[in-house]
């Protein structure tokens, strides 16, 4: 799918939502909820089934006393399946696996970056795009939570689309930082933020989904591999995209990175995948520690 063609889709998607401008928004417990989210997480309710998270947006800096910058398009794709999972008293659960990339594009021409120069320095450095093998959802979800209370979903309904939306805020240990971060800061502060859209029979009837669209934001902060050590300011990245059970639906130049670069991407890990979940943070550690072992 073309650049042209994905955003068409969307703007009509947008047209339609927006014609009703108050949601109906209804609740949902048991059964019900719990295939909901399986849905919404997985794109239908049977394992083993390789569904293909594609999206695009732009990346801006956000420094004060100055004007944002566009500094990067990006493009990239989540790989994932999911697997069924039971316990004796939470019932029938699922777990989700996945692998992703996602590329950092000229913010003019889409070109891939492996070389940025700094506006701020004027010095050129090595680009690290994300590819975090696994992405895997930490506990599976269940019928039933750990109160015992049966599952619940929520969903934004605007005629025959059906809509989710939830803020995801972070806050943990840079794992580039040492062991005095309580002390002198250096903690990862960002905020995911996710709008997802689905044809309401579908997410609320069938048994699987055919495409969704979502809406992706990030507020975070410098890319570790920008080298921008403890100037002010922060990242912004603005992004649309859409799942489909069509690997050919991955565009250029994602399609011939994946290819060349990064060919197991293409399938999800195991359902019983049980490694710990990679960041950007962690890769372009281990990515620092083979380009510079002794540590300069």
């Known amino acids: 799918m073309s ?8 703007a009509i998607l947008c047209v339609s939502v927006c014609c009703s401008a108050v ?26 089934k390789v569904r293909f998270g594609i999206f695009e947006g732009r990346a801006y800096s956000r420094v004060p006393g100055e004007k944002d910058r566009h500094i990067f398009n990006v493009l990239g794709v989540n790989t994932r399946q999911c697997g069924s999972v039971s316990d004796a008293d939470r019932g029938e659960g699922f777990r989700s696996v996945s692998r992703e990339v996602m590329l950092y594009l000229h913010p003019e021409t889409n070109e891939v970056l492996d070389t940025w120069e700094s506006p701020w320095t004027g010095e050129a450095v090595e680009v690290v795009h994300v590819a975090n093998d696994p992405v895997n959802m930490r506990a599976p979800r269940y019928e039933k939570g750990e109160d015992g209370k049966p599952a619940s979903a929520s969903l934004r309904l605007y005629g025959d689309i059906a809509m989710t939306s939830f803020e995801v805020p972070l806050f943990y240990d840079n794992p580039l930082g040492g062991g005095y971060q309580k002390y002198v800061g250096g903690y990862y502060h960002a905020m995911e933020i996710f709008n997802t859209t689905y044809v309401a029979d579908e997410i609320l009837n069938a048994e699987s989904l055919g495409r969704s669209y979502i809406s992706w934001s990030r507020i975070a902060q410098w890319l570790p591999w920008m080298q921008m050590g403890s100037k002010p300011g922060l990242m912004v990245v603005n992004a649309t995209g859409f799942s489909s059970w069509n690997k050919a639906d991955i565009p250029e130049p994602l399609m011939s990175v994946l290819k060349e670069r990064y060919p197991t991407y293409f399938e999800p890990p195991p359902a019983d995948d049980s490694r710990p979940n990679e960041t950007s943070w962690t890769v372009f550690q281990k990515h620092i520690e083979v380009a510079a072992p002794t540590g300069h």
Request: charged share 25%.
């Open 3 to 10: 650049y042209r063609s994905f955003a068409s889709s969307v």
């Open 23 to 48: 949601a109906d928004t209804q609740n949902y417990t048991g059964r019900q909820a719990f295939e909901i989210q399986r849905k919404s997480t997985c794109g239908s309710l049977l394992d083993e």
